[in-house]
């Protein structure tokens, strides 16, 4: 695994589903889940996103070519998903929450819950995809996927270290800060459809880059 380029995908990957953008979503949930449950939450979810992303790391040129999608396809669709996400957040609307569980939370509500922003992320996806297909090289592809696991590992960490501290962190607190990320990933989502329009050729973009 080259040094160089597993370096710089773990940052591509850290930015994109690091610690900074799921500890809120794990924090949310441990208002409604004991300690115990919510680690069991983490390290379920997080072995679910480990399968999604070697699984779609790995077949990335093969899929990118079985459903004929482009590269500025995928930015775009990839964005806007994540634009429509980061904009609930804002709201204060949580797109992709099973509010019918919050009265009885178990294990399977709560990756459930994970699913948008975690497990299948939609910026992370659409990294993974990207990266991966950058080159006709299945070491590239083991090196996207190692970095990507690599930055999920690490999220999982700072989850079981900060358990205790998430659950008493208050709720009022948490809806500050998830309306705050909101309009921040709100902007990458945007970032991210301006990527695929240039890829594209729209004019007014030449200078993007």
Not at 74 to 95: D, E, T
Not at 170 to 190: M, P, Q, S, W, Y
């Amino acid at each position: 695994m080259n040094a160089l380029t597993y370096s710089a995908a773990f940052i591509a990957f850290f930015s994109v589903v690091g610690p900074p953008k799921v500890l809120l979503a794990f924090a949310g949930l441990a208002q409604v889940h004991d300690p115990r449950q919510l680690r069991t939450i983490a390290l379920l979810s997080t072995g679910a996103a480990v399968l999604v992303g070697l699984v779609t790391g790995i077949t990335a040129p093969y899929l990118l070519d079985l459903f004929h999608i482009s590269t500025p396809a995928l930015q775009l669709a990839g964005g806007v998903i994540f634009f429509i996400y980061a904009v609930g957040l804002v709201l204060g609307l949580h797109l992709g929450s099973d509010s019918a569980h919050q009265d009885a939370p178990d294990l399977v509500s709560g990756v459930r819950e994970l699913l948008m922003p975690y497990v299948v992320s939609p910026l992370a996806m659409t990294a993974v995809l990207i990266e991966a297909a950058a080159r006709d090289s299945f070491s590239w592809r083991s090196t996207v996927v190692g970095a990507y696991v690599s930055v999920l590992a690490l999220d999982l960490v700072c989850v079981l270290l900060l358990t205790r501290i998430l659950h008493r962190t208050h709720h009022a607190t948490i809806e500050l800060l998830g309306r705050l990320l909101g309009l921040l990933l709100a902007a990458v989502g945007v970032d991210l459809i301006l990527d695929g329009l240039y890829d594209l050729g729209v004019p007014g973009l030449a200078g993007r880059h």
